[in-house]
């Protein structure tokens, strides 16, 4: 098993447009909403490659319930603490670009590409608690893995020491 740790989740949500004219209403031709932050897709990455992944986060507020929902269709089991603070979103604005026209040997074609803006909220300061709880969790499972992964930032309100603190934990025990 490896354990991968993120302590600053997110909700994406992915938007597509025909055309974007700041200032206007611009519709979405589609849209959807994932689960994400670097722990999660790494997560995702590695159960995809048969690796037995237990993932260890910190989700709360409103939108814990759809974050966990999010990742009940996944391949990695979930750990997540409950930080008593709303999960941030993510916006990923997908607008395909102008064609361009290129030649080789004087043969024509069109090539399409997509502008990808991001909008990224900040993390919000997770309930005081928070930090002891995730340790908590990394302790009772550090022993049964074969190796530790951490990725991404961590929330507000976590201690400075708590990402060096797993490692030594995880060192120790060599993972």
């Known amino acids: 098993m490896i354990i991968t740790v993120c302590l600053n989740p997110v909700l994406q949500k992915t938007l597509f447009l025909d055309d974007f004219i700041p200032g206007q209403v611009n519709r979405c031709t ?44 996944e391949l990695f089991s979930l750990i997540s603490i409950n930080s008593k603070t709303d999960i941030r979103y993510c916006y990923t604005i997908i607008k395909p670009e102008c064609k361009s026209e290129t ?55 976590f201690s400075d020491d708590i990402f060096p603190e797993m490692v030594a934990i995880a060192a120790e025990q060599k993972k």
């Open 30 to 73: 589609n849209n959807f909403l994932d689960a994400a932050g670097k722990g999660i897709h790494t997560s995702r990455v590695l159960s995809q490659l048969s690796n037995k992944v237990v993932h260890i986060n910190q989700t709360g507020g409103r939108f814990r319930r759809i974050f966990t929902d999010l990742c009940t269709n």
């Open 103 to 157: 030649s080789a040997d004087s043969t024509s074609s069109s090539k399409s590409s997509n502008m990808i803006t991001e909008l990224v909220e900040e993390g919000f300061p997770v309930d005081s608690d928070t930090g002891k709880k995730v340790l908590q969790a990394f302790k009772s499972r550090i022993k049964k893995s074969r190796a530790l992964l951490i990725s991404g930032t961590k929330a507000p309100g």
